[in-house]
């Protein structure tokens, strides 16, 4: 069948600036650029290309740029290009349409609607280059009131609290998973949530046997494909993460192509090399809350409860509820996607169009824990879309105790949100598991640049919270006086529990 | 309106989050118990002029009811008319009221538009108060008045104690209360300079709940996660101030939490990661799990505190110091003061006076504590006092 589909992306090449030098061949993993030697000359098939900017880096003449194909159909605000083209493709294939990374359409995003306050006169900013500014945050199950005993005119506590993660900064890197990833960048990962005393979450493929040193500092999944999942992973981490849903795909389980279970892959998986991995949409061993809470208890048991144990849920409409009772059921730490959650691979119809944005979720969650009065029993992450510290500060100040980074996280080691993920063959070598490509990340340099990136974040946030006259992050968490709206309704307001600017 | 579905602004006619003053405050005692009148404490207070601006003032005394010890002494300020007699309804069903009278007041005093001020002696109707303590009953109707009837406010709510307050000068509302007619063993004293709301008689300090009194200078930066955390056990700010808050935090942490002052300062102003992670393992778990725990109660921003409950007076700075506090004694006479001019002015050659650094508790307590009937924290031999 010839297909009707026109490529999106033109490649220029300037030939002035071209010295034929091939690093573009080498370096396009989707055969976009090759070399007309009857010419010579390299040329591009526009049809392939993924706008991955690979070769655009890596030109060492900068002789190419990547343009929008500028033959559009006849303008149309309703039957846009990406209708048009998602219909012919289908007609084509007669699939669902596969996407990767979090929603990208202009749905709201209200961290851009919020604005944060400062001090001044009647309350002094502080410094952070004078003064401390504590960003440290314990997650995890914390009493509703503290009971001491006097022994020899000594305060003692009596009151054994519940296992704590301690997160040097409240920002930790969301799962990804072996798999969906290489090693390589699971290992970056993990160097840097150590070297960062914070936190990655290892994902639902399991974990590599070397990476175990770095326990202390990871969160083990487990998910509905129970990949991976044995005593001695469970017992290596530090915590433990019950994935239920996921932002960019809630309600729908997960599929990992037969082509990228290479045999490390698969070993730590559990399953045969080259078979597809696919995660059930639902636990099967979870049909209703009750089921949940049983889970939780087998894992708490299965670790002695010397660790904490979060569960994840995609935001969707009655979050609230669902997380009302998974703190019932004994979850230490809700841990809650937005409608921005990235991922490997989604059908796009499902990630475009299923879950609400992370902000609305997480105020009604916290106001709904508030209300019930149980908010202190458990701890929220927040994920799905964070893109700066400003972004955090006004998650954490909306009733999240921290956040995961994901998209964000790739990005700083190479992703340029080109959402062709599930291919397989990033040219990045991060979402490939192809060993040829996987060593184009280096875990030295990755590592580096995630701490780079958290350590900038946590300057910033430092100096927002020294600016609103705030030395710890505490005094942040809930602390909905210090965020205004602009632009929003007055439902949009009042479900996210603040003000309009000026009042 | 917050998330139960009460509404909190009913009674803040500005509605304002916070708010956001300078203020000086001042606290005498008597460590003997010997009640005395009002001429130092508002002398010392009145001194502090710098500190205040007309639009706010007021008065907190223990041992000011002697004959009503044992009764709940409501001092309930009524901004219209309605509201007296809807108080009034709901005090009758849930008390015994054993004395209702408006609370003498001198009109030659300059102050404006002061609205009736009114007194009760009561004690909870044993009847519908069962499965409850007497306090929690209390506090109980009190967030039901202030959140429920419009234009009714509790200004005070414990025994043998009661506040005064309203908009003026320290002299002024001194003069308007007929204060020289009342004695008491402890005064804390408080004159306001709000900056961004015009005085109003409700949002005048001290801020009182049941046994406890506070007078604060400062501006919590961490009022929300404090307001929001509080609202969880029913405490509900309806003034909008950050003070209401630290007195709400006293109730809970003291009184039904059962942690001892010394326990609650640390609580409010705790000391930093690094000085924690420096400590022996004991003092370390002790700190980590409070601040883990109660961490929505750390008072973030500058703050200064006199906190009063029966038999004890507290000073206490925010953990940077970002506010002043001088301490005094001299003889059995003790004092706590933004300025300590004003100590001098009314006791120019002191024993001992020193300004407490930033989250160091001051605490002073009736020689004759233990001889007091007061509610039972089970602290009384703890060596931190």
Redesign the interface.
Known sequence: MKSYIEPEFIVKRDYEKCVKCKVCINECTYGVHYYDDKNDIIRSRDENCVNCHRCVVFCPTKAITIEKNPTQYTENSHWTREVITSIKRQAETGGAILTGMGCDKPYYTYWDKILLNASQVTNPSIDPLREPIELRTYLGAKPDKLELELENGEVLLKTKLAPQLCAEVPILFAAVSYGAVNFNVHLALARAAAELGTFMNCGEGGLDKRLYRYGDHIIVQVASGRFGVNPEYLNVGAAIEIKIGQGAKPGIGGHLPGEKVTQEIAQIRMIPVGTDALSPAPHHDIYSIEDLRQLIYALKEATDYTKPVAVKIAAVHNSAAIASGIARAGADIIVLDGVRGATGAAPKVIRDNVGIPIELALASVDQRLRDEGIRNRVSIIVSGGIRSSADVVKAIALGADAVYIGTAALVAIGCTLCQKCYTGKCPWGITTTDPQISKRLDPDVAAKRLINLVRAWSIEIKEMLGAMGINAIESLRGNREQLRGVGLTDTELKILGIKMAGE | MN??GVNVSLNNPYSN??V???CAIFGMMDLSGRRFGFRDPVKAISNMRERSNGLGAGFAIYGLYPEHKDDYALHIMYLNRNAREKTEKLLEQNFDVLKAEEIPTDPKAYVQSPPPIWRYFVQPKKSIAKNISQDDYVLENVMKINTGIRGALVISSGKNMGVFKGVGFPEDIAEYFCLDEYEGYMWICHGRFP?NTPGWWGGSQPFNILDWTVAHNG?L?????N???L???GYYSTMYTDSEVMVYALDLLVR?????LE?VAKIFA?P???EIDAMEPKER??Y?????????L?M???FAIIAARTGEMIGLAD??K?RPLTVAIKGDLFYISSEESAIRLVAPHLDKVWKPRGGELVVGRLKTLKLLEIPQSG?E????Y
């Open positions: 998330g139960m989050d916070k956001i003053e300078a900056t501006e930066s961490s009022y929300g996660a307001r929001r955390y609202e969880m056990y039904r939490h059962k942690l001892p326990v705790p930093f990661w690094f778990n002790f980590m799990a409070l601040r883990q725990c109660y961490g929505s750390l973030n921003g500058p953990r940077l970002l602290w031999d703890e060596k931190l």
